[in-house]
């Protein structure tokens, strides 16, 4: 009889710290999947490097020599002296000011790029 106790609890014990584990699993996985916000990066100024129309994404160079790339979203602006641009509009070596977010992954997402004088 003690020994079919002690089997049962056993058992028993295996089954609540299975249950545990498996909810502990489950709110990790339910906090990895959640993206966290976009959070404003500190503006950008610097010099175009180069722009990749296709993959919508554009490289600047900032005065420390630092190369950043930003990806475009169709909410992205560019513009100069008020004047609306196309991501045609720009190439390498156009002085420019990015605003951005920084999405997942770190990934930095352009929100305004200002041509410079």
Do not use: Y
């Amino acid at each position: 009889m003690t020994k079919r106790v002690s089997i049962l609890t056993s058992l028993g014990i295996l089954v609540l710290v299975g249950g545990l584990l498996l909810q502990g699993c489950k709110g990790k996985e339910e906090q990895a999947q959640a993206p966290a916000p976009p959070t404003a990066a500190a503006p950008v100024s610097g010099e175009v490097v180069s722009v990749d129309a296709t993959a919508n994404t554009v490289v600047v160079k900032d005065a420390t020599g630092a190369q950043k790339t930003f990806s475009l979203d169709p909410a992205t602006t560019i513009s100069k002296d008020g004047t609306t641009l196309t991501l045609a509009e720009l190439t390498a070596g156009t002085k420019v000011e990015v605003q951005s977010e920084q999405g997942a992954e770190g990934k930095l997402i352009a929100k305004a790029i200002t041509v410079k004088p």
